[in-house]
């Protein structure tokens, strides 16, 4: 198969395990460990991972000059990105988590504009004030399951935001050094700025590991390698062979998957049930996201797989 091929089925992963993610991750917060905890284990964990794969099998060095733009990446795309979505997730239900990071496609298109100097067409535009429509009907619908928030999702959109910043500042790294020596980086910095948010370090001395039962613990250690070190180095191979658009654009993928896991887990009492969370009014809030996303992104997905 070409590399391009082995890219889009490196992003399709990624969404799969995202979507499992929402559900899984759910489980271990509030009540076992505190989201920014939560975080710094996460961040730890993969960073480790990274580095022990990198001096073995890697030998590549970075240029200074790019040593600012890893780190916004490291900043926007894993302390950003993480912090919002794990406090988000804490507060909200997985089903809305899913749902509004569609919006992420959106986004992407809108930074490519200002950072990539993308054209943005009629047809994008009229895309963007669609998707921008819907997800703020969804976050205003939050409080009709008992799962819902209105913070939580708002967090979640902020998430949404900074990950589709860290598509766009990453693209260009990806044309200079190995993926693997990419997300290294982006991981250490990324693990700095999460241990230098205040509150990280207190909750992590002040949370109880003994009390954390062995099922939540294989979360954590599922969450740690599969939805954070896999993830994340499929993403930057991905990223290497398709557009930050193209990227993104599986994301549609999400909330279906969402709602799968959340069934599927559910009924196997591996999660927390949030399926009652799932109204038709959440649903065509979320057709009107999909139509904007489309619009926004179909033709450049077209154009950049051709």
């Known amino acids: 198969m070409s590399k391009i091929l082995y890219a889009h089925i490196a992003i399709f992963l990624v969404n799969a395990l995202y979507g499992i993610n929402h559900v899984i991750a759910k489980g271990v917060m509030p009540e076992y460990l505190?989201?920014?905890?939560?975080?710094?284990?996460?961040?730890?964990?993969?960073?480790?991972?990274?580095?022990?794969?990198?001096?073995?099998?890697?030998?590549?060095?970075?240029?200074?000059?790019?040593m600012l733009l890893l780190a916004a990446c490291g900043m926007f795309g894993v302390t950003v990105n993480?912090?919002?979505?794990?406090?988000?997730?804490?507060?909200?239900?997985?089903?809305n988590s899913g749902i509004i990071m569609t919006i992420n496609p959106i986004l992407v298109v809108i930074l490519s504009f200002f950072l990539l100097n993308e054209r943005i067409t009629w047809r994008k535009s009229i895309g963007i004030a669609i998707g921008a429509t819907g997800a703020i009907?969804?976050?205003?619908?939050?409080?009709?399951?008992?799962?819902?928030?209105?913070?939580?999702?708002?967090?979640?959109?902020?998430?949404?935001?900074?990950?589709?910043?860290?598509?766009?500042?990453?693209?260009?790294?990806?044309?200079?050094?190995k993926p693997l020596t990419v997300i290294t980086y982006v991981f250490s910095f990324g693990l700095l700025f999460v241990m230098m948010y205040p509150p990280t370090l207190n909750e992590f001395f002040?949370?109880?590991?003994?009390?954390?039962?062995?099922?939540?613990?294989?979360?954590?250690?599922?969450?740690?390698?599969?939805?954070?070190?896999?993830?994340?180095l499929l993403t930057v191979f991905g990223l290497k062979?398709?557009?930050?658009?193209?990227?993104?654009?599986?994301i549609y993928l999400q909330p279906a998957l969402v709602v799968f896991f959340a069934f599927a887990l559910g009924a196997l009492g591996i999660a927390d049930d949030y399926t009652d969370t799932i109204?038709?009014?959440?649903?065509?809030?979320m057709l009107i996201i999909f139509t904007g996303v489309y619009l926004s992104s179909s033709s450049s997905f077209l154009r950049k797989t051709r």
Do not use: C
Request: proline share 3%.
């Open 279 to 285: 109204t038709i009014e959440k649903g065509v809030y």
């Open 82 to 95: 993480q912090l919002f979505f794990f406090n988000g997730l804490s507060l909200t239900s997985s089903i």
């Open 137 to 177: 009907l969804l976050t205003l619908a939050a409080g009709t399951g008992s799962g819902d928030s209105f913070l939580g999702d708002f967090y979640i959109f902020v998430n949404a935001m900074s990950y589709g910043l860290y598509l766009v500042l990453v693209k260009p790294l990806m044309k200079k050094y």
């Open 206 to 232: 002040q949370t109880d590991f003994s009390r954390i039962p062995m099922e939540a613990i294989y979360k954590i250690l599922f969450v740690v390698v599969f939805v954070t070190f896999l993830t994340y």
């Open 241 to 250: 062979h398709l557009s930050p658009s193209v990227s993104s654009a599986y």
């Open 34 to 66: 505190k989201p920014n905890v939560f975080i710094l284990l996460r961040a730890a964990g993969a960073t480790f991972l990274f580095w022990l794969i990198k001096l073995l099998f890697v030998r590549e060095k970075v240029k200074r000059k790019d």
